[in-house]
């Protein structure tokens, strides 16, 4: 490696004098970790999450991680791009890795349309997220989303979606406040998963509709885990992420008698009560149903979570996971058997880097590519505390938990910066990487999709028959007598004997001259029997 | 056995002559030709539903059940019936050479109410049986064999035909306004059309327009209907709009007006749609007094701009209403609903499934425990979409209904099969013909196309000819499905859909093997065009007796308008309420009880952007944590240090009666 890229693989290499050299004794390398969802230096209601772009980036080379993807938010009615600046700013600063930026719609006009042309084209943005839940703050409406994938699409850019129904959450919210309860147990039962796999559900069929590849953040519960691997199975071109909280924890804690506790569990969608969940979704990002791991990295700390002691709807959102995500994985899926090594890359790195155009240059262990590394030790064990972690917040979510699997030595942009257990990361030396658009992992399957799915009007005659007249104001109506003067009705047309076609579009009928859009329906699309009527 | 009968028949003469023979009710299975599936002695005994139980005064009739029916059989087998005034001895030789026709018997001229089938196979939802049934004034009186009833009676001799209940459709638009027109049916013609067709109850919608008093709407409804109906019928109201003015007028409906289902619109954007949190407050609503929530499930969001795109792209044809109705957009509205209505627990009830991915997600829902009731519709299992690209613009142009039929063919069969496994429990028709004039107001915009097809004469022979004779279901699920769940929705059941003593005489002889074939020629509808034109069907109904009266026979119509009586439904229907009942005392929720919290608070402004303050790393005592990773994600783990029971008690491990439904959520 040399000047943070990798020059040569293979063996005996020739390399130049005054050379470090690592003996890795034979255990893994592997391309360093992409978490594709922090919020780090989230400002949320005049807070602003706990771990900055330093720390958080510190706990992410921690853990093995050397790049991440943050989510720039701007407030409703802030432009995108003063947010994107503010963003840049703060991550040039403080970070300590190379990072990227996602950008989240909050609302929809023309002018948010120009902008994320321009973040396309000359800021290096191919993502952008948008809420489904949050009413009368991020919330956007069905036709909305509908044109915000539209133009994403037409820019070759990642629709992502935050996945609740935000109408039914609020409605919920209130009654269970009404119920008198406010404790952290409100929000989980304020936000059943079937309402986080609606909204997917939703999402899928906008994304279909408009034929733009879909990217669900956070997916948190089995049955909205369920939703995007039948999707998928149809055709869909549509990524899930769980989280390190999702993957390694569950929804229990929401009742823990310790309140300060119960609200450090607190996101959106939240952790799933059923202690099944994290297995369930291990498994289905094993057998490749999910694709990408993010953390979500979003911590605050007891004081500021305390905003919400009186009602749970005030509690600032977000868990931690950026260090932990790594290891947990391994822990969880690697040794117990569900995935092996090469899927462990794919799933904490590779797909990031496919999905969101960084390939081969992260993601990857070739010559050309950064030189971002990690020496991983499957056999080291750890207990996770919030003693220890490097996150700022009192409580980790998975405080106790031991996993086997970490880190050995961490090498970002060709520089070690973990080496037996010492960080030696650097304030600023983040990087942003820009992406372009059109990811061949996400469009190859889009372009050929749009080609196909062009629609054609039947050439008809005009009709000429009896035109009823129409009333615009239909309460005062006299029924017009039902002219029964059928002009159309061609007396004994040939007409198809469905009884005896049994259904069969091969039977002889009389609009078999129709040009029944010849290209369509009738081409099996790549991903399976998806309706080729709805790619448009 | 001679001493007994003697005994019997005085013990009958003591009685008044309609408790005569009390327990005729039982019903006594008829060796009709042996074999495998001959009758077994005594299978009813403790099977049977207790027809006694439905009708007064006949009770204390059970006693001697055994010893009649043993004389009953004695009775069938021995030549000589003499006591018997029907003298059915004669007509059963008739049985043999009538081959397949009926013959109608008037003993007296006197047009009389009361009727008696004679040896007809009666089916029920739930079985079948030999028996013969004594009408009168509208009401079936008597179920059994060799029943003793008036002179005067006209007798129907069914020669082993199928009597089944008259067929509920449970959805149709009749003298529906729209925009300035009425649809073709007028209540007298539709319910004609109904009629000839084997359907003796209709339920209609009512359609207020948006912002106005759906009371007023109500009563142009039952006006309309009550002048022209020429059999029974019920109204679902639409809820086209939600206020505070609207709830008190749903109370009403539901206490005092007969109403207990109302459907509300997920599709037709800026007009009748509602959003997510209207829809939650409508369910909340009507879970709490006792009514059905139906529902049109569309994305009318999605559907606004895909026609906007259709019309732009210069596809102005009715194809441009399937295409820019997409069966997936069916199917995420009902997935919705589905969720609304488990949040809200409350009984849903999808109107018109046209697509096999809606129907997916229906059986998905049930298989997940939520009440949910789906409602193929006479075209979504006749027909399928392909028709949309005719070259004929008008016979494109009436195939267009909401959800569109789907473009794949192999639709209708999907959903006959899933009518058939119990995963859709009802069928309707969605009647609601405009003529082509009509239809043509969209000739140059297919937005405008008027939407609705035929389907109430066509419903109940389509399902036989689709699911029965295809093997898919038998004549017990037909009944079930064309009759009688509707009328257990509706919380008319027994009255409705029952063939049992005290049940309204609307009845069906069906005739299994005659053929037809469908044409808009011969229909009743006073539309032009059938959507089902050319096809062939097996079995018909041969006769139809409505309130009592014989309407159709011998292919003979003679339906009365006026005649057609409102049926009021009262709500918490049990076969939706019952679970939802249990459910609602399950999901009472329960907060943590905790300390007050009192380490430092954070400021914060709800105007977002201010100064972020200083992070206060202040944290209240750790305690010991649960050790995720030893216990394995078990309930039953290590107990944690914090004895807090983390789900709070009777929740959560309590399974529901359907499955696997995530309790939280029942509310």
Same mark, same amino acid.
């Given at each position: ?536 | ?193 109904? =009629?000839?067709? /084997?359907? +003796?109850?209709?339920?209609? @919608? $009512?359609?207020?327009? %948006?912002?106005?008093?759906?009371? !007023? *709407? ?92 259709? =019309?732009?792209? /210069?596809? +102005?044809?009715?194809?441009? @209403? $399937?295409?820019?109705? %997409?069966?997936?957009?069916?199917? !995420? *509205? ?334």
């Amino acid at each position: 490696m040399e000047d943070g890229v990798i020059k040569q693989i293979g063996e005996n290499l020739i390399v130049p004098g005054g050379v470090k050299t690592i003996d890795a004794h034979g255990r893994m390398l592997m391309p360093g970790g992409i978490d594709v969802h922090t919020r780090f230096q989230m400002p949320d209601r005049g807070m602003t999450a706990a771990d900055d772009f330093y720390q958080g980036t510190k706990a992410a080379l921690a853990g093995g991680t050397t790049m991440i993807i943050d989510h720039v938010v701007p407030e409703p009615g802030v432009s995108l791009m003063s947010a994107f600046e503010q963003w840049r700013e703060w991550a040039d600063g403080k970070s300590c890795c190379d990072y990227s930026l996602h950008v989240d719609i909050t609302e929809w006009h023309k002018g948010i349309q120009e902008e994320m042309e321009t973040l396309v084209k000359d800021h290096g943005v191919n993502s952008f997220l948008v809420y489904l839940a949050y009413k009368d703050i991020f919330q956007l409406t069905d036709a909305q989303v509908y044109e915000v994938f539209s133009v994403i699409r037409d820019l070759g850019a990642i629709a992502q979606v935050h996945a609740e129904n935000g109408d039914i959450v609020a409605e919920e919210q209130r009654r269970i406040l009404e119920q008198g309860i406010t404790g952290p147990e409100g929000h989980v039962l304020s936000h059943p998963e079937e309402v986080e796999a609606e909204a997917v559900n939703r999402a899928v069929t906008v994304a279909n509709q408009t034929n733009c590849p879909l990217y669900v953040t956070k997916v948190m519960s089995k049955s909205a885990a369920d939703v995007i691997a039948q999707a998928r199975k149809k055709g869909t071109v549509v990524y899930g992420e769980p989280i390190t909280a999702s993957l390694g924890t569950d929804g229990s804690h929401y009742w823990s008698k310790n309140w300060a506790k119960a609200a450090a569990y607190v996101t959106s969608p939240p952790l799933s009560p059923d202690p099944a969940t994290p297995d369930y979704l291990n498994s289905l990002l094993s057998c490749g149903d999910l694709q990408v791991t993010g953390s979500a990295h979003c911590p605050f700390n007891t004081a500021q979570r305390a905003v919400g002691k009186d009602d749970f709807t005030l509690i600032p959102e977000g868990v931690n996971g950026t260090e932990e995500r790594m290891s947990i994985i391994w822990d969880k899926c690697v040794v117990t058997g569900k995935m092996d090594e090469n899927q462990f890359v794919a799933v904490t790195s590779t797909n990031a880097a496919k999905i969101f155009n960084l390939y081969p240059r992260k993601g990857r262990i070739a010559v050309g590519s950064d030189a971002d590394l990690v020496l991983w030790d499957p056999d080291v064990t750890k207990i996770i505390s919030a003693k220890s972690h490097n996150s700022t917040v009192e409580y980790n979510i998975f405080e106790g938990l031991e996993v086997r699997g970490g880190p050995l030595v961490v090498i970002s942009q060709g520089k070690i910066v973990l080496e037996e257990g010492t960080l030696h990361a650097t304030e600023g030396s983040g990087r942003f990487v820009a992406r372009k658009p059109f990811p061949d992992y996400v469009y190859k399957r889009i372009k050929a999709r749009s080609r196909l799915a062009e629609l054609r009007g039947v050439p008809r005659g005009l009709y000429d028959g009896p035109v009823c007249e129409v009333s615009v104001t239909p309460k005062t109506m006299t029924p017009v007598s039902s002219a029964k003067t059928s002009p159309a009705k061609q007396p004994n047309q040939p007409v198809r004997n469905l009884h005896q076609s049994g259904f069969s579009l091969s039977g002889a009928q009389i609009d078999d001259n129709v040009p029944r859009r010849n290209t369509q329906r009738i081409v099996a699309p790549p991903g399976g029997r998806a309706n080729i009527t709805s790619l448009g | 056995m001679a001493e007994r009968r003697a005994q019997r028949v005085k013990a009958e003469e003591e009685l008044p002559v309609y408790l005569a023979r009390p327990g005729t009710a039982d019903q006594v299975p008829r060796q009709k030709r042996g074999g495998l599936f001959c009758s077994v002695e005594d299978a009813f005994d403790s099977k049977t539903i207790d027809f006694d139980a439905l009708s007064v005064g006949q009770r204390g009739s059970r006693i001697p059940r055994t010893v009649k029916r043993e004389a009953g059989q004695g009775e069938r087998r021995s030549p000589a019936g003499a006591e018997n005034p029907a003298g059915n001895d004669t007509q059963k030789v008739q049985i043999c050479s009538s081959g397949g026709k009926e013959t109608l018997q008037n003993l007296e001229d006197e047009k009389s109410d009361r009727l008696l089938i004679k040896g007809g196979r009666i089916v029920n939802d739930d079985q079948s049986f030999h028996a013969d049934i004594y009408m009168e004034d509208g009401l079936i009186k008597q179920i059994g064999d060799n029943l003793i009833v008036p002179g005067g009676v006209k007798t129907i001799e069914a020669n082993g035909k199928m009597v089944i209940p008259g067929g509920i459709d449970i959805h149709t638009h009749f003298q529906m306004p729209y925009r300035g027109t009425t649809t073709v049916d007028d209540f007298a013609q539709g319910s004609k059309a109904a =009629l000839a067709g /084997g359907t +003796t109850m209709i339920v209609d @919608h $009512v359609i207020p327009e %948006p912002g106005s008093s759906l009371l !007023e *709407a109500y009563d142009q409804w039952r006006q309309w209907a009550d002048e022209k109906a020429c059999c029974d019928y019920s109204l679902h109201v639409d809820v086209t709009h939600w206020d505070d003015s609207v709830k008190q007028e749903l109370d009403n409906l539901i206490k005092e007006k007969g109403v207990n289902s109302f459907q509300v619109y997920m599709a037709y954007k800026d007009y009748y749609q509602m959003s997510n949190s209207e829809l939650y407050e409508v369910f909340t609503f009507l879970a709490e007094r006792g009514g059905i929530a139906q529902i049109h499930a569309e994305n009318g969001e999605i559907i606004a701009k895909e026609q906007g795109r259709m =019309l732009q792209m /210069g596809i +102005t044809g009715p194809e441009g @209403h $399937v295409l820019s109705r %997409p069966e997936e957009l069916e199917a !995420e *509205a009902v997935f919705r609903a589905v969720t609304i209505a488990s949040q809200t627990n409350c009984p849903l009830y999808v109107t018109r499934v046209m697509s096999k991915s809606a129907a997916d997600i229906i059986s998905q829902a049930r298989k997940k425990g939520n009440v949910v009731f789906g409602e193929p519709i006479t075209a979504s299992l006749g027909t399928d979409g392909t028709h949309y690209w005719s070259k004929n613009w008008a016979k494109a142009a009436s195939f267009v209904t909401s959800p569109p039929l789907s473009p794949d063919p192999t639709t209708p069969d999907y959903l006959n099969t899933l009518l058939a496994s119990g995963d859709l429990s009802v069928t309707g028709s969605a009647h609601c013909t405009f003529s082509v004039a009509q239809k043509a107001i969209g000739k140059d915009d297919f937005t405008q196309i008027p939407e609705g097809v035929n389907g109430v004469e066509e419903r109940m022979v389509l399902i036989w000819d689709k699911a029965v004779t295809t093997g898919k279901m038998d004549e017990n699920v037909f009944v079930a499905v064309t009759s009688t769940n509707a009328a257990k929705i509706l919380n008319l059941y027994p009255r409705k859909g029952r063939i049992a003593v005290g049940s309204d005489a609307d009845l069906v002889i069906w005739d299994t093997d005659a053929v037809r074939t469908i044409t808009a020629k011969t229909h009743n509808s006073a539309a032009e065009y059938n959507v089902f034109e050319g096809m062939e069907l097996r079995g018909a109904p041969l006769l139809v007796i409505c309130q009592g009266k014989i309407v159709l026979e011998d292919g003979n119509l003679h339906a009365t308008s006026g005649v057609g009586r409102f049926i009021p439904c009262s709500p918490f229907p049990d076969f939706a309420y019952k679970r939802i009942k249990a459910r609602k005392q399950l999901a009472v929720l329960r907060a943590v009880p905790r300390g007050m919290y009192d380490g430092p608070v954070s400021e914060f402004s709800m105007s977002r952007g201010g100064t972020p303050s200083a992070s206060a790393r202040t944290s209240p005592t750790k305690q010991p944590v649960r050790n995720l990773h030893q216990s394995g994600f078990s309930l039953a783990g290590p107990p944690t240090p914090e004895d807090v029971p983390i789900r709070p008690p009777g929740r959560r491990i309590v399974v529901p009666p359907g499955g696997r439904s995530n309790i939280t959520s029942l509310s």
